[in-house]
């Protein structure tokens, strides 16, 4: 001992003894946090198939059922424009399931929109065509916040 205290070696053996301790006790907390994230994974898993997801309905069921009753709850004074507009979304998605409706769909719509005539022979401008836009987002907006 006194040899390799002379030496150094006592002091190299004690490094890498101490190195050897902290290594496993980093191993340790390792496996430890390893669990934790498992548990918390797991748990994260339970709650998404505890969700149960609404089922499908129809574009025309949803706005006379949730649409324009959420309207006439939180936009009391401008619910005649939602009601005016529905009718024009209900002619054109009417009985699609509102999940099945695409950006494409949408637009597919909006150009037939732009392409027809007002009830007054002319051409609709752009701020009616964007506004009729809007609000449909809005209504999407609104499926997607009740879960369709």
């Known amino acids: 001992m006194l040899y390799k ?11 890498q003894q101490k190195i050897q301790e902290e290594h496993q006790k ?15 994974t797991a748990e994260l898993e339970a709650q998404k198939s505890n969700k149960a997801e609404k089922p499908g309905i ?10 324009l009753p959420h309207k006439k709850t939180v936009n009391r004074d ?12 209900i002619a054109g998605f009417g009985n699609r399931m ?3 409706i695409t950006k494409g769909d949408v637009l597919e719509w909006w150009q037939k929109r732009a392409e027809g005539k007002t009830n007054r022979g002319g051409l609709r401008s752009l ?9 449909l987002a809005g209504l999407f907006a609104v499926a997607v916040d009740h879960g369709y």
């Open 58 to 67: 129809e574009f025309e069921r949803f706005t006379r059922a949730v649409y």
């Open 26 to 40: 980093t191993q340790r907390e390792i496996q430890k946090l390893t669990g934790v994230i498992a548990t918390l």
């Open 5 to 15: 205290m002379q030496t150094g070696e006592a002091d190299r053996e004690e490094a």
């Open 78 to 89: 401008t619910y005649y424009i939602f009601e005016n507009m529905s009718r024009i979304y």
């Open 98 to 100: 509102l999940h099945t």
């Open 127 to 135: 701020a009616s065509l964007n506004r009729e836009l809007n609000i």
